[in-house]
Structure formats: C-alpha cells, structure tokens
C-alpha cells in the first residue's frame, strides 16, 4: 500500500480536528492556529491584519513564532500535533 502524500494527511489531520468535541488548551489552539496560518498562507503578512485586540495579538504572536518553517514543515508539525491529542 502506498504512504499517504503530505497534502492527504494534512487534510485528514484537518478533518480530525474539525470533529474534535473536547475542548482545548489556548495554548493548545493558539499552536495549531499558528501551524496552520503557516501551511496554508505562509509567513504573516502585517498589512492584512485585522483590528488588533488582545485575541488576535495572541494570534498574530504565535503565527510569527513558527515562521521559520516551510509550509510542509508546519504540515507535518499540524499533522503530529492532531494526532498526538487524538491518542
């Protein structure tokens, strides 16, 4: 049987924790939050960003702290962090 490509486990990492009923850390999310921003849409970009109040500047601020990594990067880092919360 074949590996599963990036794309295809992204999107089911994706899917699971669009399903997931227990409620989270902020912490938690605010890592998932950053891992996607940067898979899908790459490094932050500060003219687009929205009036800043205190949840987006907690947003913005872990965006920026994973913007060092490719978008398969922060893919696989998405992918790791989904399932490791589903065990």
């Known amino acids: ?7 295809t486990l992204f999107n089911e990492a994706y899917e699971k ?4 009923q227990k409620a989270l850390p902020p ?3 605010l890592r998932i939050y950053a891992y996607y921003k940067q898979a899908t849409q790459g490094d932050i970009r500060f003219k687009n ?3 800043m109040d205190l949840r987006s ?3 913005m ?4 702290q994973v913007r060092h990594l490719s978008a398969d ?3 696989k880092m998405y992918i790791e962090t989904i399932n490791s919360l589903i065990k």
């Open 1 to 7: 049987m074949p590996e599963k490509d990036i794309e």
């Open 17 to 20: 924790a669009s399903a997931m």
């Open 27 to 29: 912490d938690v999310m």
């Open 49 to 51: 960003w929205p009036e």
């Open 57 to 59: 500047a907690f947003k």
């Open 61 to 64: 601020n872990a965006w920026m």
């Open 73 to 75: 990067e922060a893919k």
